[in-house]
């Protein structure tokens, strides 16, 4: 018997519906084979004269690759799922009545190892500081007074000057009781400062002087003198005139 040869050739369009159709009732009926649903789908989707009597290995393909595709587009499509866990409502315990019913050494364990910490951390920040600490000045509002009240006493500390410019200086204000200059040798490994309401660094300074003074007081406090003992004296007389009657 000879076999007759296939003549009908489908268009783009056509093998587009057939392999559509074909995914479709794949996907519908996963446990038929694929041939005869090539079959069917022809039937539904092309006029009889345009149907095949065999279906190329290719469009087969092509249809297990369309049912991938669809299921990967539903499985996305698909909105997450929100999983509700019932929570415990959480039983109000009375903290008097819980301390009763503990063991009186617990108790004070953790007594103990509170003082402890509280001890540690007090340490720590006598540490960092040292006795020396210098806490910040509250800002105060600039204004232009005739001069501070005497019962406050102003300290300002002046880093830079030689010990004999410095009492150069100091005599400019002997006559204001209520202001005390305080004298920072600059050699100094450590550029410390005590309480100290101003700092006046002098331009002989080094960096680090005045890097340290920006952590001690306020900017409006700070005070760099480039002029030399002139240039320190008016600094003073600059700090003095913005403080509050």
């Known amino acids: 018997m000879i076999e007759r040869k296939e003549r009908t050739y489908w268009t783009s369009v056509e093998i587009e519906k057939v392999v ?7 996907i519908a009926n996963l446990d038929s084979a694929l041939t005869p649903l090539l079959f069917l789908a022809q039937e539904e989707v092309l006029p009889v004269e345009r149907h095949r009597r065999t279906i190329p290995e290719d469009i087969s393909a092509l249809v297990k690759v ?6 990967k587009a539903e499985v996305e499509s698909q909105p997450p799922q929100v999983i509700t866990v019932p929570v415990k409502e959480i039983e109000q315990v ?19 190892g509170r003082m402890d910490r509280r ?31 005497k019962e406050k006493k102003h300290r300002i500390a002046i880093v830079g ?29 450590q550029p410390r400062f005590p309480a100290v309401d101003a700092i006046i660094v002098d331009q ?6 005045f890097d340290a003074a920006q952590k001690v007081v306020p900017s ?22 913005k403080q509050k009657p």
């Open 66 to 71: 369309r049912v991938e595709a669809i299921r």
């Open 94 to 112: 009375d903290p008097v009545r819980f301390l009763a019913t503990q063991p009186a050494w617990m108790l004070i364990a953790e007594l103990v």
């Open 204 to 209: 002989h300074s080094r960096h680090r002087w």
């Open 20 to 26: 559509q159709r074909a995914a479709e009732l794949r």
């Open 119 to 149: 001890l540690e951390r007090l340490e720590e920040a006598v540490g960092k500081g040292g006795v020396d600490a210098v806490p910040q000045p509250v800002n105060r509002p600039a204004s232009m007074p005739p001069s501070p009240p």
């Open 161 to 189: 000057l030689f010990k004999d410019q410095f009492g150069h200086v100091q005599s400019k204000f002997q006559d204001r009781d209520w202001l005390e200059l305080v004298w920072i040798d600059k050699e100094t490994s």
């Open 220 to 241: 409006d406090k700070l005070y760099f003198a480039d002029g030399g003992q002139s240039t320190v004296i008016q600094k003073i007389f600059d700090y003095i005139s």
